[in-house]
Structures are given as structure tokens and as C-alpha cells.
């Protein structure tokens, strides 16, 4: 079986594969991997590599083209391929994609600060950084591949992070590539605690016990379902399965309005929704004023 995992910067990815390997077998094949080959061939740095990547997309088609590659020639054994694009180039692949907050992402990256490329003065700047990091890796794949890898509807599977234990997002992970779990693809857990209010009032139809949510840009925002994610907040629960019913420019089944134009939030909202469950997000999208 082959899972293609990518996720956010800091969402904890090369700790499931670690635990993925551990548990059950599956051997993981990165990107990384190739890139510090293909640096040992052209006798350079990795980081000179990714100095030229930046400048000359033939690198990208190189490495990618390897990947494709690994895994035609594998395709009896179990393999995790860690890479950012391998949902897309990787055919059969069980595709992952993990989640985290901001400011968690901050907080994490910060408190190691294992590279040059991560080395920064606060938790702010750290998270300012990461998030322009992601977005421009975001448009470098759609300018050279025409693949957006922010599209939710790529993946079979999402998962946030921000407040789930590494053990607990394996549980997760082996229920759905076991069959155990028949939620609809894409299959989504969310922290409660990284769900936004729409600044709307909820729908008045549509099962209670469902939790609808909408992807604006880089966020999660409160459809339907309000009280359970309050209820899941209060008992501090790590973790809810949620349904996305549309993203961005994507129309809301059953209205004639996009996401993005659904949602309108302010900072008045996002006061009102911290106090009534109990906690500060620490990261306020830019789309929010």
C-alpha cells in the first residue's frame, strides 16, 4: 500500500511516519532523500540544491520525476512517500494531508529551531514566517505543475495536529486506510480549537450532530454545528470529525453563495466565540478585520 503524506509546515509529518513505521510496517521514502542524492551526483550542498531549485524549476521536474519513479518500481511494498507533491504524482496513493494552528506551528519550530532556515527572535516571527513560506510553496506548485495542493479535494484524509497526541492521529490514519471508518472523502478531524466562527448565523436544518465547516484561504470556518464544538472545547477534547461543505469560490450545497462570500467575520466575533469557549486562538486570519 502506498500513503502520500504532506501537510503544513510543523504539523508533526516525519513523527507519524515514524510511528506508522514502527506500528505497522510501511517504510517511508521522502523527497529529502533524493534531493541529497541528486546534490551527491551534482557535487553540491543540499542547500545550494534547493538555492537552484528556486531559480530553475528543472530541478523540481528531476526530483519529482525520481519519486514517480520509486514508486512504479515498488509498487508491491508498503511505502509512506513524504513529499509535498506525491499526492499527485504517485498513482493508487492513500492521500494524507495534516493539518495544524499557526500559532502551534510557531511554537513548535521555534522551541527547536533545528535549522538556519528556522533560526528566529520570537514565536510571532516564526509564524509570520511560516505562513509565507507555505503560501509561496503553494504558488511555486501551481506555476509548475498546475496542481494546488491547498485544494482540500485532493485528499482522502485530513487531519489537524494542533492538539491531537502523534499517537492519536495513527489511530486515526490506520482506521482509514483498514476500511474501519466510512466517512466521505475528504475525511476531516479538526481541533475545535482551530475552527473559526463564520461571523453568520448557523443554518436552522441539517442533522445536529454534524459538524459543517467551510475552507476560506488557509482556515476552517463554523457552518453548522456550534454547540458541539463548544461542548468539545469545554471538555478540552483534542479532535471532532467534521464534513467541509465547500471552499473558496466553491458554492454552499443548497444556496447560492460561495464560501468565501459566506464568510464574514470579525474581530468582535472571534472575541465573543474566545470567551464563550474558553480560549485565545493566537493567530488571527488576514481575511478577518
Known amino acids: 500500500m502506498f500513503i502520500a503524506l504532506n501537510g503544513q509546515l510543523a504539523s508533526g509529518k516525519s513523527t507519524i511516519c515514524r510511528i506508522l513505521e514502527r506500528r505497522y510496517g510501511f517504510s517511508t521514502f521522502s523527497t529529502g532523500q533524493i534531493q541529497r542524492a541528486l546534490a551527491n551526483e551534482m557535487g553540491i550542498t543540499t542547500l545550494q540544491l534547493n538555492e537552484l531549485g528556486m531559480k530553475d524549476y528543472h530541478y523540481d521536474y528531476i526530483i519529482d520525476g525520481r519519486l514517480s519513479d520509486y514508486a512504479k518500481e515498488n509498487t508491491d511494498k508498503d511505502i509512506i512517500f513524504d513529499s509535498r507533491m506525491a499526492w499527485h504524482f504517485v498513482e493508487g496513493a492513500y492521500k494524507i494531508h495534516l493539518l495544524v494552528s499557526p500559532i502551534i506551528a510557531a511554537e513548535r519550530v521555534y522551541g527547536k529551531r533545528e535549522t538556519k532556515e528556522e ?148 474581530k468582535a466575533d472571534i472575541a465573543a466565540w ?12 488576514e481575511r478577518i478585520h
Open 119 to 266: 533560526t528566529y527572535h520570537s514565536v510571532q516571527e516564526a509564524m509570520e514566517d511560516l505562513i509565507k513560506r507555505r503560501q509561496v510553496e503553494a504558488e511555486r506548485y501551481k506555476v509548475i505543475y498546475h496542481a494546488n495542493m491547498m485544494d482540500f479535494r485532493n485528499y482522502d484524509l485530513i487531519i489537524d495536529t494542533s492538539t491531537l497526541d502523534p499517537e492519536g492521529i495513527c489511530d486515526i490514519i490506520h482506521r482509514h486506510i483498514s476500511g474501519l471508518a466510512e466517512e466521505a472523502s475528504p475525511a476531516i478531524y479538526l481541533s475545535p480549537k482551530n475552527i473559526y466562527p463564520s461571523g453568520q448565523a448557523e443554518p436552522t436544518d441539517g442533522p445536529a450532530d454534524i459538524v459543517q465547516v467551510l475552507k476560506v484561504e488557509d482556515s476552517m470556518y463554523l457552518y453548522k454545528g456550534a454547540r458541539k464544538v463548544i461542548a468539545s472545547n469545554k471538555l478540552d477534547l483534542p479532535v471532532l470529525h467534521a464534513v467541509m461543505l465547500a471552499q473558496d469560490d466553491e458554492i454552499i450545497p443548497g444556496t447560492s453563495i460561495s464560501a468565501k462570500d459566506f464568510v464574514k467575520t470579525s
Open 274 to 285: 474566545e470567551k464563550e469557549n474558553g480560549f485565545e486562538y493566537g493567530y488571527m486570519p
